[in-house]
């Protein structure tokens, strides 16, 4: 009986469980992750029916209506919910075409990056040697490169458009896939599925197709997530500098851009289009982080 009271009393007086701080943390986790989910599908529906979902036309000019304050402050006008700009535009219906802009250059871009960077780091991983070094070497030249000075330079040479922005982003961010899928691959190939896969004669692009790359998988995921709000941020600050989306294409960083000069009097002219960066960029890294520690297998702990 005195044993049994006592383990009672340890049971009750112990510290929970380290599985308990780890569903804790879990679930807090999932409920964050949840908050950028509802922030994404909240992106991607506004991006399809902003047609229907804008007031006015984000094209629109009316010179008599240039520089309003939002609807709620004093000379606002009700009709123009968010205040117009210095063209007299509806702010609130720019932004919402400029998420089309941004989603569909963060996307494509990083679909770009995966297929470049993915494609070289299963050929660096899997075949080593002077492979490895080779492409090690350019990876390397590139992350050693300052971004903007590439960037700029290609889209120097290319034109500034939409095309040549997702391509700039594109050629530019994919060695951080490279690194990543090298490294999955050096420990991948030596594992005992693999190395059945190449004592049954098995050519190496079945073997990295079909063995290797779904395995990579979840970490591309994950990565590739993440990613698509640094590009969404990077298109920002290459057409905040001119070189990317141009006037009068709603664009953030174009927004941006035109309210710089306003910023001490008309402060929501960069305010909210900053806001939208920043509120896309949160949901999206919410997501990333909650996906990396459910499906990461090296972050799941038993």
């Not at 409920?31 to 979902?53: N, W």
């Not at 994950?222 to 298109?235: D, M, P």
Request: net charge positive; glycine share 10%; with cysteine.
């Amino acid at each position: 009986m005195m044993f049994r009271r006592n383990s009672q009393n340890l049971s009750l007086d112990s510290p929970p469980p380290a599985s308990l701080g780890r569903a804790l943390r879990k679930v807090w986790n999932l409920r964050m992750g949840t908050i950028g989910a509802l922030v994404i599908l909240g992106l991607i529906a506004t991006a399809i029916l902003c047609p229907v979902l804008a007031p006015h036309h984000p094209y629109k000019q009316d010179i008599t209506k240039r520089l309003k304050p939002p609807s709620w402050m004093e000379g606002g006008l009700s009709q123009h919910f968010l205040g117009t700009d210095h063209l007299g535009r509806d702010l609130l219906s720019r932004i919402m075409y400029g998420t089309r802009i941004s989603l569909t250059v963060g996307i494509s871009a990083v679909l770009l990056q995966v297929l470049i960077g993915v494609g070289l780091g299963l050929l660096a991983g899997f075949y080593g040697g002077k492979v490895d070094s080779v492409i090690s070497f350019f990876v390397n030249c590139m992350m050693g490169f300052p971004f903007i000075l590439l960037a700029m330079s290609l889209i120097a040479v290319l034109g500034p458009s939409l095309q040549n922005i997702i391509v700039a982003l594109g050629v530019t961010g994919w060695p951080v896939f490279t690194r990543v899928t090298r490294v999955e691959t050096l420990r991948l190939r030596d594992r005992e599925f693999v190395l059945a896969a190449i004592s049954l004669a098995f050519g190496a692009p079945r073997i990295l197709i079909r063995h290797i790359l779904p395995n990579l998988l979840p970490s591309i995921l994950v990565l590739g997530t993440v990613e698509v709000a640094r590009a969404i941020i990077q298109e920002s600050l290459l057409s905040f500098l001119g070189l990317g989306i141009q006037p009068p294409t709603p664009s953030w960083g174009v927004m941006l851009a035109e309210g710089r000069n306003y910023m001490l009097m008309q402060w929501w002219l960069a305010t909210f289009p900053g806001f939208a960066i920043f509120l896309s960029a949160l949901g999206i890294n919410l997501l990333g982080d909650a996906l990396r520690d459910l499906i990461d297998p090296h972050l799941r702990k038993s």
